[in-house]
């Protein structure tokens, strides 16, 4: 009988990573085949350009894991999975999402172990730390062990080295906020300039971590 860590592998297409396409970004096929070329082969649009989808699943679907992220009411779960994404994410957790769901991979939002543990309750076959990068880096560790039987995916704007961290401390899997096809620079971050040479580099950064052993 498949686990639900199972379950997430599958969707996620064994991978441990997935990156999270900004709704900002515009011309976002060039950087999801800059992802997909560099082996972070499951990607996440925003349930608000749900129309992207079918363009998403044609142009990549038979190289990576297509799947929506921030899908926050249960038509957007509902409409997601009808459209064919391979996995949805959602910041919240509630039992009218879970019924959207209808059993297929959602990952459900949390932060803390109540949190994660009412969710794995109602049914959630994963649960997201988010945002993971609020919390100190001791926080994995000290997490993980009090959720020892629920898939457990970090999400948030993670440098490699936390990441890594998550992965070491017995995440699944994590999502990357806008680090890898997006840079922070002393100005900020600019959603309307897409440099992919950067958005390579960034992705080569994560690569290894990306695949399980």
Known sequence: MATRS?????????QRLFVEVPDALADWI???EVVVQERLAAFALGAARLEDLPTALAFFGRRARV???????????AD????????????????????????RPLVVGALTPTEVAIAAGQGAMAVQIIPADVMSTAYSR???????DVPIVATGRLERFQAEMWLD???AAVGLVETAVKAETSQGIFPDVQDLDEARRRCQAYADLAMLN
């Open 169 to 171: 401390a017995g995440a």
């Open 30 to 32: 060039p950087a999801c």
């Open 6 to 14: 199972d379950e997430l592998s599958e969707a996620l297409g064994g």
């Open 80 to 103: 997601a999975f009808g459209a064919g994404a391979h996995f949805v994410t959602s910041p919240v957790c509630t039992p009218d999402l879970l019924d959207a769901a209808g059993g």
């Open 142 to 148: 000290a997490l993980l062990p009090l959720c020892p």
């Open 67 to 77: 799947g929506v992220h921030g899908a926050s009411t249960p038509q957007q779960v």
